[in-house]
């Protein structure tokens, strides 16, 4: 009964199966002392929770870290990840909450309907991409600014550029550069936001050339967008600690890591089943 256990201890709290076994923590505790044990298994748990805590810079909490750390083939509950954490004194990092905005799409430019709101939840890649700006802060003052397309069905960002202005050029380029490492059907869908820089004669031009449909949102509507609003959340909480980058070269470099070396290819999504966003394209 008591090797049961200690041997379930990782999976379930102590407290919990002494109670179902009808036994007391006390004699549990006394019976290892009794037998000499120096519970290695639990001296390697620990470690192994420190590590993978570690290994992604503290981006995950206790879920990610339970789905991480059963990839590796260790059988472990929450209760055991987040016990390791606190005796510790470590804690995740945590996004701050999401704040809607709206955009000023007061430009001279004809405005698409919101196709989004019609259509079903993508059911495989390359059929509704979203897209949006962000601002990233300079330690010296001022901002770059990030535009960037993501594969809704998947959540991977499929292309993105970083530039010290906002103007259209900007996510026409960032949307060049995904069609060119994505097959795509005529039809699918490209969202965004009402700002000027979606609705230009280049954009649109671009769209019309890979026979792309154009979907924005509806007006002072911020959560039509929200998917990408939330991206940019996680993103700045994760990798902008500092709160600002010193420099347009250091930004690139850090951007580009995060999405093209953890983003895209390690970083599980709860909403992919804790897997990361290439990981969960090749299961479709």
């Known amino acids: 009964m008591y090797g049961f256990i200690r041997g379930s201890a990782g999976a379930w709290p102590v407290h919990t199966l002494c109670a179902v076994l009808g036994v007391s923590r006390s004699a549990y505790y006394g019976w290892l002392s009794a037998c000499g044990v120096v519970d290695k298994r639990e001296e390697e748990t620990e470690r192994l929770v420190l590590e ?14 339970v789905a991480e750390l059963k990839a590796q083939g260790l059988e472990i509950g ?35 309907p919101n196709l989004l709101l019609e259509l079903a939840f993508p059911t495989a890649p390359n059929q509704v991409w979203v897209g949006d700006i962000t601002y990233i802060p300079l330690a010296g003052g001022g901002f770059l600014y990030l535009a960037v397309w993501m594969d809704l069905y998947s959540r991977r960002i499929v292309g993105w550029r970083l530039d010290a202005h906002m103007q259209e050029e900007l996510v026409v380029e960032a949307l060049r550069r995904a069609l060119a490492t994505r097959t795509v059907a005529p039809g699918m869908l490209v969202h965004s936001d009402r700002g000027g820089q979606y609705a230009g004669k280049a954009f649109r031009r671009l769209l019309d050339k890979h026979k792309t449909c154009q979907s924005m949102s509806r007006a002072d509507n911020a959560y039509d967008n929200a998917f990408m609003e939330s991206c940019f959340s996680r993103f700045k909480a994760e990798l902008l600690e500092g709160g600002a980058f010193e420099n347009k070269q250091d930004a690139q470099t850090e951007i580009f890591e995060y999405i093209e070396m953890y983003y895209n290819t390690r970083r599980r999504h709860s909403a992919l089943g804790y897997l990361s966003p290439m990981h969960y394209e090749k299961k479709c």
Do not use: M, N, W
Not at 80 to 101: C, W, Y
């Open 52 to 65: 993978a805590f570690q290994d992604h810079r503290r981006r995950y909490g206790v879920r990610r870290l």
């Open 78 to 112: 929450a209760y055991k990840v987040r016990q390791v954490l606190q005796k510790h004194e470590l804690k995740a990092i945590q996004p701050r909450s999401f704040v809607p905005r709206t955009t000023d799409s007061r430009h001279p430019y004809p405005i698409s």
